[in-house]
T-cell receptor, first 113, second 111 residues
Framework: GAGVSQSPRYKVAKRGQDVALRCDPISGHVSLFWYQQALGQGPEFLTYFQNEAQLDKSGLPSDRFFAERPEGSVSTLKIQRTQQEDSAVYLC???????????FGEGSWLTVV | EDQVTQSPEALRLQEGESSSLNCSYTVSGLRGLFWYRQDPGKGPEFLFTLYSAGEEKEKERLKATLTKKESFLHITAPKPEDSATYLCAVQAGAAGNKLTFGGGTRVLVKP
């Protein structure tokens, strides 16, 4: 596909479970971002990669959140020991390079019960 | 810290009733101001990027303008399909490439 692809689209996790969310950016895009969006709110920045380097992880809310992009393409956001407050939509975005338009995927909806 | 505030939070319009959405920002070194449209259950869809005060961009019934402190998204003669949440975001020099978003304006256009 031509756009940013995220999977799974929907995930229900029991409190305490670990989850992994995958992002396939647009082919060739250097920059990759993860955002968290609570219901009725704007997206909040989590972390940013340029190729395989994680240049900014200032938005990760706790050490339970971990992101990687080992080969500079696909990225995974992992949440350990999920809690109810982690329930949100997790958006992945990519751009060709610094200063270019940032394109978003459809998001992964996480519900922690 | 970069801040973005959008108003109003929600807007109900009759079809054909033009209106404007406001995005006020406080940043150190604006590199770009972005407007996105988000439909329920979807990711944000890019609309415009504005880079400097005085710049304007148009797309169909939408027109975005930028000053040194705020941006406006004007919707001219809206149609029901313009119903969506409109998000404003800034990219600032000190913050690297990340976008800082406002809370969005939910627009409902009734036929």
């Amino acid at each position: 596909g031509a756009g940013v692809s995220q999977s799974p689209r929907y995930k229900v996790a029991k409190r305490g479970q670990d989850v992994a969310l995958r992002c396939d950016p647009i082919s060739g895009h250097v920059s990759l971002f993860w955002y968290q969006q609570a219901l009725g709110q704007g997206p909040e920045f989590l972390t940013y990669f340029q190729n395989e380097a994680q240049l900014d992880k200032s938005g990760l809310p706790s050490d339970r959140f971990f992101a990687e992009r080992p080969e500079g393409s696909v990225s995974t956001l992992k949440i350990q020991r999920t809690q109810q407050e982690d329930s949100a939509v997790y958006l992945c975005a990519s751009s060709p390079s610094s200063g270019n338009t940032i394109y978003f995927g459809e998001g992964s909806w996480l519900t922690v019960v | 810290e970069d801040q973005v505030t959008q108003s109003p939070e929600a807007l109900r319009l009759q079809e054909g009733e033009s209106s404007s959405l406001n995005c006020s920002y406080t940043v150190s070194g604006l590199r770009g101001l972005f407007w996105y449209r988000q439909d329920p259950g979807k990711g944000p869809e890019f609309l415009f990027t504005l880079y400097s005060a005085g710049e304007e961009k148009e797309k169909e019934r939408l027109k975005a303008t930028l000053t040194k402190k705020e941006s406006f998204l004007h919707i001219t003669a809206p149609k029901p399909e313009d119903s969506a949440t409109y998000l404003c975001a800034v990219q600032a020099g000190a913050a690297g490439n990340k976008l800082t978003f406002g809370g969005g304006t939910r627009v409902l256009v009734k036929p």
